[in-house]
């Protein structure tokens, strides 16, 4: 039996829509979503849409594991024991994701509830929003959205306006509307890497000592490793260069009037990074972007579908209708959000000037005329995006 205390109860709503019930937390249970989300406690008004219920110790005896330590289930239910670097324990009704109500328990204590962003975003579309893997922001009264791969170009275009004075919304999930209107913001750390550092001094946050010695220490073993060519350290380079950088939340990073929870959508962005040292914009069109969106959407989903894997695996005849047709539902969500919207393409060499990046940037905001990388004009009169 699970061990649950009685009734203590903390709420959050989340982009003025998802309803969170947190029962019988700890403080240290309760920061880890404030910090997770940059939100506070809340009274809500209506029922949850996720319920996270914490117990001393969650009984699992009995279990049958898949994997080493990742996942486990029995009749009673499918469990995450592990987020690949730190070990959890929670239950997850996955078979109910994507309905009105969903009921997770939790050990106390666990550092992360690693189901939880995707379950949110799943929430989200079942209520006709869109997810999009991208960042977000305003200038000049114009509302972007920046998506693409990893390593694309999304957080470089967001700092590249933020030192001159955009707007922040997100980075890495921004929400459309179900009208396609407007978008939303989702606050969570943004990842900042060492090689940005000297690119936003204006806003740069606080490096702590013990980061500043690790990223010393890894540039050392880099640099002995050209020397001497050891095969083992050669293997490890990925990962340390993995650890180049920090995590910070968004006001940490920018003052609190330039952040804001909204916008209008007013032009949709596909970032992306190339073998040249040219930056070039210019308008594509919006189907382009959704075609090309849906597939690193997918990818996106990857962590989340290993554990789905793994509960079909437990519970091969208890199959989710919802995420086994997750693509064509987010499909024809961006078709109908993001069609007609004012789009371009900016291509770019990584890394990229910060400076020149906003440079070649602009004209999306309507201040100069898109030029064609030559150096030609594109469009012959002042671009519109309002």
């Not at 699970?2 to 989340?14: D, H, P, R, V």
């Not at 990893?150 to 004075?165: A, I, P, R, V």
């Not at 640099?223 to 050891?230: C, M, P, S, Y």
């Not at 291509?347 to 004209?363: A, I, N, Q």
Request: include cysteine; hydrophobic fraction near 40%.
């Amino acid at each position: 039996m699970e061990n649950i205390a009685k009734n203590k109860i903390i709420e959050f709503k989340l982009l003025d829509i998802i309803s969170i019930r947190l029962i019988n937390p700890s403080e240290a249970d309760v920061k880890v979503i404030t910090k997770k989300f940059e939100i506070v406690p809340q009274v809500l008004a209506n029922e949850p849409d996720i319920v996270i219920t914490y117990v001393k110790k969650l009984d699992l005896s009995g279990l049958t594991h898949i994997g080493l330590n990742t996942a486990a289930y029995s009749k009673d239910g499918f469990y995450i024991l592990s987020n690949g670097k730190e070990n959890v324990k929670v239950k997850v009704p996955i078979v109910d994701i994507g309905r009105s109500k969903l009921n997770m328990v939790c050990e106390s204590g666990s550092p992360d509830i690693p189901a939880l962003n995707y379950i949110i975003n799943f929430t989200l579309i079942g209520k006709d929003l869109l997810p999009l893997h991208a960042t977000a922001f305003r200038y000049n009264d114009v509302g972007a959205v920046v998506m693409g791969w990893s390593k694309g170009g999304k957080t470089e275009s967001l700092f590249s306006f933020m030192n001159h004075g955009a707007e922040f919304l997100s980075d890495e999930v921004a929400v459309v509307s179900s009208d396609g209107k407007e978008v939303l913001g989702m606050r969570i750390p943004i990842c900042v890497w060492e090689w940005q550092f000297k690119e936003i001094h204006s806003f740069m946050p606080k490096v702590s000592l013990q980061k500043k010695l690790i990223m010393k220490g890894i540039h050392v073993v880099k640099t002995l490793n050209k020397i001497f060519h050891i095969q083992i350290i050669n293997k490890t380079i990925p990962v340390l260069d993995s650890q180049l950088n920090i995590k910070a939340l968004p006001t940490k990073l920018f003052k609190q009037e330039r952040i804001i929870s909204r916008m209008n959508l007013d032009v949709i962005i596909l970032a992306m990074s190339h073998d040249s040292n040219e930056i070039i914009v210019e308008p594509i069109s919006d189907d382009e972007v959704i075609d090309r969106m849906i597939n690193s959407q997918e990818y996106e989903l990857e962590y989340f579908f290993r554990y789905y894997k793994m509960f079909k695996y437990a519970f091969p005849y208890h199959l989710n209708e919802f995420l086994e047709n997750i693509k064509s539902v987010q499909y024809a969500l961006m078709k109908k959000l993001l069609e007609g919207k004012k789009a371009f393409v900016v291509k770019h060499p990584y890394p990229v000037s910060f400076e020149e990046l906003f440079d070649k940037m602009k004209p999306i905001f309507g201040e100069t005329e898109i030029k064609e990388s030559a150096g030609k004009t594109k469009n012959q009169e002042k671009l519109e995006v309002k």
